[in-house]
């Protein structure tokens, strides 16, 4: 004979809204009622917003089923737990990149090497650049077929002088199919297609302004094309105060994206549309003092209001006006006729007025930018940075602001040219602006990640701008790197000299279940035979 319950529902509902989330789902496991109040939804959008600490005028994300689910994603879907650690370096380790099929990744390192691991986390392939005269390698890029890899670093000329260059390595048999000259070596580089990239060069023309020159160069040189262009100049650029064009990198934007990320929740939800939301909200006087420092921005309604319903791409990069140190974010659209080194070289259709490129868009961040990254659908930039003090006056260009040890991460929209209210702050730098190095940052379709000089890399969940996760080093984390394949799948590199792999709890039991089918089957095996 079954016995009712001794507890009315309301009762066990109040009880479990006093409990931590995990103590509920085993709660859940004593009986029927249990279960069923466990599985309520009221309980579980409160455990949700009290355990992320999120505000609750941010609603949940449209595409979760439930808040049950919602709070599993994020509890459970977070590449958090080390999995492997990867010693193939002999130095500091400086950038990783993921092919775009996620089946391999390369590293770069002070060693002056750069490796090509596979899919299973094992070495494929090693080369030295020392033969090329390089001091190390900092940084390397899959083109969007991932037959070719980008492989920029710091070449030692004479009277130990020290510039860029790039070296296109073929992924089928590993040999090097080109060297291009960029300066400063810290434009890194950049693909455009499957077989153009784009390096930089710099010329000084005074004692504070010079002239920096960005080329479109051809991965390889035909044999059938060697009367053909394989250099053209893209966009010749002048700099003042001494700063320079530095981090180029492309953003494909187009026309009909369904973003990975809705932002803006309240704009939309005014429009009844079933969009998300804006990645912080709080009260007033918080929302007043994020619109003083909100970045200036010029040059909007050239962009937006040029071609209307056409896939744009944008050349984008960092650079300044007030000092050396990169402050600004330079966008420079592409157009189609740009997009080879055939045809007439860029620019000659100017006036004779007009002899640099005017941007076609700047943002200023008020800060030194340590780090850049794009969303998977280039609808979104993501940038480190590190705060200049409000109200600062620069004075003399050699002589930038001090810069906060906070590095805010700030969220810009590219079909709309502009930035989101709240940055996403959780990781720390310490090195003086004269010293201060590029930390990378990547996204995935759900999660955000960063490196710091605290030893740890950080993840945020982009829709709630929340962190969720610090992963530790011993030493300063220059970058870390989504699979693109799975986004539950991260690696970070390291001073330390480490590649560590990172694996979500739902994924390191799906591996440890297979493991132990696995081992079962070959024991049943042994018996039968």
């Known amino acids: 004979m079954e016995c009712g319950p001794v507890l009315p529902d309301s009762l066990v509902l109040e009880i479990f809204l006093r409990l931590p989330h995990d103590a509920v789902l085993r709660a859940g496991l004593t009986c029927r009622q249990w279960q069923a109040v466990s599985r309520d939804e009221f309980l579980w959008r409160e455990l949700f917003y009290s355990y992320y600490r999120i505000p609750r005028a941010v609603p949940r ?5 439930s808040w049950y689910r919602e709070f599993r ?7 958090c737990v080390e999995v492997q650690t990867l010693r193939e370096h002999s130095d500091q380790v400086l ?16 060693d002056c090497t750069v490796k090509r691991p596979d899919g299973n986390i094992s070495l494929v392939h090693s080369s030295s650049m020392r033969p090329l005269n390089w001091g190390y390698t900092q940084f390397s890029q899959f083109n969007p077929d991932d037959s070719l890899l980008l492989v920029s670093g710091v070449y030692l000329g004479p009277h130990h002088s020290s510039s860029g260059e790039i070296a296109v390595i073929s992924m089928e048999n590993y040999t090097l199919l080109s060297r291009v000259r960029n300066k400063p070596y810290d434009v890194f580089g950049c693909w455009l297609n499957e077989t153009h990239l784009i390096s930089g060069n710099l010329h000084w023309i005074g004692n504070m302004t010079s002239c920096s020159v960005l080329w479109l160069n051809k991965a390889f040189q035909d044999v059938e094309s060697e009367n053909v262009n394989v250099v053209k100049r893209l966009f010749k650029i002048q700099n003042i105060n001494a700063s320079t064009i530095r981090t180029v990198m492309v953003a494909h934007c187009r026309r009909h994206d369904n973003p990975d990320l809705l932002l803006d929740y309240e704009a939309q939800t005014q ?13 007033s006087e918080d929302e007043d003092e994020e619109e003083a420092r909100e970045p200036t921005i010029s040059g909007l309604d050239h962009v937006l209001h040029g071609e209307e319903g056409e896939d744009k791409t944008y050349l984008l990069f960092t650079t300044g006006s007030l000092t050396y140190s990169p402050h600004q974010i330079g966008i420079k659209r592409i157009k189609p006729d740009q997009m080879t080194t055939s045809g007439p070289v ?17 943002i200023d961040i008020h800060g030194h930018i340590i780090g850049m990254g794009l969303s998977p659908d280039h609808r979104y930039l993501y940038v480190n940075s590190r ?15 001090p810069i906060a040890e906070e590095i805010d991460m700030h969220v810009i929209d590219l079909k709309t040219l502009r930035e989101e209210r709240r940055s996403l702050r959780a990781h720390r730098a310490f ?3 004269d010293e201060c190095f590029f930390i990378f940052l990547d996204v995935s379709r759900d999660f955000v990640a960063s490196g710091a000089e605290d030893k740890h890399g950080y993840i945020w969940d982009r829709h709630y701008n929340i962190c969720l996760a610090r992963l530790a080093h011993d030493d300063v984390v220059n970058s870390v790197a989504f699979s693109p394949a799975d986004q539950e799948l991260l690696l970070s590199a390291s001073d330390d000299s480490t590649i560590k792999v990172w694996r979500s709890p739902r994924m390191v039991r799906l591996a440890q279940a297979s ?5 079962f089957v070959e024991k049943w095996h042994r018996r039968g035979s």
């Open 61 to 65: 994300h449209p595409s979760a089923v």
């Open 73 to 79: 994603r994020l509890f459970d879907c977070i590449p």
């Open 95 to 110: 950038h990783l990149a993921f092919s775009h099929r996620g089946h391999r990744f390369s590293s770069c390192s002070k």
């Open 271 to 283: 429009a009844r549309r079933p969009l998300l939301f804006d990645l912080g909200t709080s009260g």
């Open 346 to 362: 860029l620019g000659e259709e100017r006036s004779s007025e007009e002899f640099f490129d005017s941007l076609d868009h700047v």
């Open 387 to 401: 705060a200049w003090p409000s109200g600062c006056v620069i004075s003399d260009p050699m002589s930038p602001p």
């Open 431 to 433: 090195t003086p602006n």
């Open 515 to 519: 493991s132990r089918q696995l081992r």
